[in-house]
């Protein structure tokens, strides 16, 4: 709510479940960093300067160009992309093999893939 609107994201229009039956193949295509072609990292030596709110809008804004894009959220001490993109307390989908998918998160008509420390704790 309140953050999402303060950072300038409209809210996120809907989110796929991630309770339904599915197989991991349909959901996400097992993915190594080593195949992504580009990787953004955002990171500061120092706490509380934005890497979260600077990651979010990122995404938003590369993925609203089309392309398609990953969040990863990889802040044990206090997991935020997860509240940030209205997804907290969604939990991810895993298969039988120990594959692990995103959540997806899509606003009008784009999707981030979604993958937060804070969906394990």
């Given amino acids: 709510g309140f953050l999402a609107m303060a950072m300038g994201i409209k809210r996120v229009a809907r989110y796929v479940p ?5 197989t991991y193949a349909q959901v ?19 706490g509380g300067v934005g890497k979260s709110t600077v990651s979010a ?3 938003y804004a ?29 939990k991810v989908f895993s298969d039988s093999k120990g594959n692990i998918a995103p959540v997806m ?8 893939a979604v993958m937060s420390i804070g969906f394990m704790l």
């Fill in 18 to 22: 991630q309770t339904r039956k599915r």
């Fill in 105 to 112: 998160v899509e606003q009008e008509g784009n999707s981030i």
């Fill in 62 to 90: 590369l993925a609203s160009k089309g392309l398609t894009v990953g969040l990863l959220d990889l802040d044990i001490c206090g997991p935020s992309i997860p509240h940030m993109l209205g997804v907290r307390g969604h």
């Fill in 57 to 59: 809008q990122l995404a």
């Fill in 28 to 46: 996400a295509k097992p993915t190594t960093l080593s195949t992504i072609k580009r990787k953004v990292v955002v990171l500061s030596g120092k």
